[in-house]
């Protein structure tokens, strides 16, 4: 049960909610709830069978190792995500070899910019990361390209609110209508990890806000910085290079593990 919240007061209480999907559970949602946000789309895959991802989500710290033998005893998601990721980025920058083929670098270099950031959301929240750890820094990246990958940091698509109340019910054992007086039908926020509803505490009648994992989040993420991982490795051999691309792509990954 989803109720209108009109209340000013800022929320004194944050609860943290990780996901626990139960495919059972129906609910009437707005349909603009139920547009299927890009993560989903493009890395659904990763948690369509709660069995591929369980060793995933029960990750509690930022573990090269575990996360590495998680991944190299599932051979098929690993070759599948390697195969979208490469997809992915080679179309990018096949354009991008075109266009100065061509003669047309600086007529295109914007649309690309903002076909690049497309990409990385779709890419899922790892990349995402990654990207707005280079949106700070102007010294290497052009100004084109720091103005849209700025965008990632508030346009993340919020997922289904019929999921999130899911899991709301689930962690906390009861119906939203016995925890809340009111919840906002839908996200006041929302990013790559998860997304944030108003409610007020039935009990109580405190104003929280109440944030929700984003579904299938841990184990895509734990997935992809495995691959990153690989690929930086073998990079810094192939180009010869002298900075550790591995240690600089587990910075912004500390962050994300272990999930709230």
Do not use: C
């Not at 909610?17 to 547009?35: E, G, V």
């Not at 996360?67 to 920058?93: D, E, M, S």
């Not at 991008?96 to 649309?111: E, I, N, S, W």
Request: proline residues 8%.
């Amino acid at each position: 049960m989803s109720l209108p919240l009109h209340s000013p007061l800022t929320p004194k209480l944050k609860l943290h909610i990780s996901p626990k999907p139960n495919p059972n559970f129906t609910r009437s949602i707005s349909a603009s709830s139920r547009q299927i946000d890009t993560f989903t789309k493009y890395s659904g895959y990763v948690f369509e069978n709660n069995n591929n991802n369980s060793d995933a989500d029960r990750l509690s710290e930022y573990d090269v190792p575990k996360i590495a033998a998680i991944y190299r005893r599932k051979p098929v998601l690993l070759a599948r995500r390697v195969v979208q990721i490469i997809t992915k980025l080679g179309q990018w920058f096949g354009a991008r070899y075109f266009d100065g083929v061509l003669g047309k670098t600086d007529t295109m270099f914007k649309v690309r910019a903002a076909e690049l950031r497309e990409i990385l959301v779709e890419l899922g929240p790892a990349f995402v990361k990654i990207a707005q750890a280079v949106s700070s820094r102007p010294d290497v990246i052009p100004p084109v390209y720091l103005d849209e990958l700025s965008l990632l940091q508030d346009r993340i698509a919020p997922f289904s609110s019929e999921a999130a109340f899911n899991t709301i019910e689930l962690e906390l054992g009861l119906p939203l209508n016995m925890l809340f007086s009111e919840i906002s039908p839908e996200p006041v926020a929302a990013a790559s990890l998860g997304q944030v509803y108003q409610a007020r505490l039935r009990q109580s009648g405190q104003v929280v806000a109440v944030k929700v994992q984003r579904p299938g989040v841990q184990a895509a993420i734990s997935l992809d910085i495995f691959i990153l991982r690989f690929l930086a490795g073998w990079a810094k051999k192939a180009a010869k290079l002298n900075t550790d691309l591995q240690v600089i792509l587990d910075l912004p990954h500390h962050s994300l593990l272990p999930m709230p």
